[in-house]
């Protein structure tokens, strides 16, 4: 048994100095498929960037991942949250260029 979390990705364009990225666009295609491939296990084929956000999963190398997307995006500001199973079990990662 494991210790399950609520995960949630916003992404930021630095650009822009936006949150409000569209998906649909080649970049949103890009960033989809880079996440299938550094993790297949949890980023399935039907996986939908638009509303990532897990219920209660095991995503033990959230932090690997990750960085691994960031360096591949470095013109973008990756926000990671995590709420776990525990009531006050909340967090906030921030990744950019690695």
């Not at 100095?17 to 960033?31: C, P, V």
């Not at 509303?51 to 999963?57: A, E, I, P, W």
Request: hydrophobic content about 30%; overall charge negative.
């Amino acid at each position: 048994m494991g210790y399950l979390t609520t995960f949630t990705l916003n992404c930021y364009d630095n650009h822009v100095n936006s949150l409000d990225i569209s998906f649909e666009t080649d970049f949103g295609k890009a960033l989809t498929a880079a996440l299938h491939e550094i993790n297949p296990y949890y980023f399935e084929d039907d996986f939908d960037l638009k509303t990532l956000s897990y219920d209660s999963c095991k995503w033990y190398d959230h932090d690997e991942d990750m960085v691994k997307l960031s360096l591949r995006f470095p013109d973008y500001t990756f926000i990671l949250e995590g709420e776990g199973e525990e009531n006050g079990d909340l967090w906030r990662t921030v990744y950019h260029d690695g």
